[in-house]
């Protein structure tokens, strides 16, 4: 997939919901519902995240594209995947949904994330230090490779192979 240089959008759903049914696995039953739905607008599906933030639970799609994504796509999606949210009921309780684009700076979370970002500059956050580099547990270079559920990590000329169990949180670097 290309991605376009500037794709900054956010679309929030300020309706609450109110569910009755009891919320098992609710990442995977809505991504198995609706990224067929998404996908068939026209959209990949970056993320799928069910999360409590403060006392509000937020499920949060993140969608892309190779044209990018603006306003009028997140509503787009927003509009479509409600109404099968309310009919699929797969959340017990309230929630707010959003739709936005993963931005210029995003979250590397799946395999195939580091596969379509072979190339650009990522931000790691290890769990511990690398023998190869002691002393730091964050590292920024350059994506060369992604195979065997390890990456190459280029730093200052210097190639290093990371697994990804060793990585807690990785994003893609945008410098302005």
């Given at each position: 997939?290309?991605?376009?240089?500037?794709?900054?959008?956010?679309?929030?759903?300020?309706?609450?919901?109110?569910?009755?049914?009891?919320?098992?696995?609710?990442?995977?039953v809505?991504?198995?519902?609706?990224?067929?739905?998404?996908?068939?607008?026209?959209?990949?599906?970056?993320?799928?995240?069910?999360?409590k933030?403060?006392?509000?639970?937020?499920?949060?799609?993140?969608?892309?594209?190779?044209?990018?994504?603006?306003?009028?796509?997140?509503?787009?999606?927003?509009?479509t995947?409600d109404?099968?949210?309310?009919?699929?009921?797969?959340i017990?309780?309230?929630?707010?949904l959003?739709?936005?684009?993963?931005?210029?700076?995003?979250?590397?979370?799946?395999?195939?994330h580091?596969?379509?970002?072979?190339?650009?500059k990522?931000?790691?956050?290890?769990?511990?230090?690398?023998?190869?580099?002691?002393?730091?547990?964050?590292?920024?270079?350059?994506?060369?490779?992604y195979?065997?559920?390890?990456?190459?990590?280029?730093?200052?000329?210097?190639?290093?192979?990371?697994?990804?169990?060793?990585?807690?949180?990785?994003?893609t670097?945008y410098?302005?």
């Open positions: 997939m290309t991605r376009p240089t500037l794709n900054l959008c956010f679309c929030y759903g300020e309706e609450t919901v109110k569910q009755k049914k009891p919320s098992k696995n609710v990442v995977a809505v991504t198995e519902a609706l990224e067929p739905v998404i996908n068939e607008l026209g959209y990949d599906v970056w993320d799928i995240e069910y999360v933030e403060g006392a509000d639970w937020f499920l949060r799609f993140t969608i892309d594209s190779e044209n990018g994504i603006d306003i009028n796509d997140c509503e787009k999606v927003h509009r995947i109404p099968l949210l309310d009919e699929l009921d797969p017990e309780g309230a929630y707010h959003e739709v936005s684009s993963p931005g210029l700076e995003r979250d590397i979370k799946r395999d195939w580091y596969e379509v970002c072979v190339g650009e990522l931000q790691l956050k290890l769990f511990a230090p690398l023998e190869a580099r002691p002393g730091t547990k964050s590292l920024v270079g350059i994506l060369k490779a195979a065997d559920k390890k990456i190459t990590l280029e730093i200052d000329g210097e190639e290093l192979v990371i697994p990804l169990e060793a990585i807690s949180k990785a994003k670097v410098d302005f």
